[in-house]
Nanobody, 127 residues
Framework: QVQVEESGGGLVQPGGSLRLSCTAS????????VGWFRQAPGKEREEVSC????????NYTDSVKGRFTISKDNAKNTVYLQMNSLKPEDTAVYLC????????????????????WGKGTLVTVSS
């Protein structure tokens, strides 16, 4: 079965950290562009970060630059999103998506449609 699954969400205080994982099954994630998205209540889904299939080029939305880091572990078929200095406005359901035909560019982020989506993991930043 081809799928991606997120994990690592939870409740954290402002200023805290979490590491989200996006693990693929049924395909090799290294050959796919991978993106992290988030959707807060009442808001549209936004792209947070992406990483390219080769070379490891990454992109971040302005609101998370300097706080979030995307990385991949090919041996574990997993892409991570390390989130530091979390703020209440980071509260959202975080989803990962992957596609072999999409690309992640440093300048523009993800280009192309994402076909494989996880169900999401909830991150709540609150004191």
């Amino acid at each position: 079965q081809v799928q991606v699954e997120e994990s690592g969400g939870g409740l954290v205080q402002p200023g805290g950290s979490l590491r989200l994982s996006c693990t693929a099954s049924g395909f090799t994630l290294n050959y796919y562009a991978v993106g992290w998205f988030r959707q807060a209540p009442g808001k549209e889904r936004e792209e947070v970060s992406c990483i390219s299939s080769v070379g490891g080029s990454a992109n971040y939305t302005d609101s998370v630059k300097g706080r979030f880091t995307i990385s991949k572990d090919n041996a574990k078929n997993t892409v991570y999103l390390q989130m530091n200095s979390l703020k209440p406005e980071d509260t959202a359901v975080y989803l990962c998506a992957a596609d072999a035909r999409a690309a992640c560019t440093v300048e523009r982020g993800l280009v192309g449609n994402m076909n494989y989506w996880g169900k999401g993991t909830l991150v709540t930043v609150s004191s």
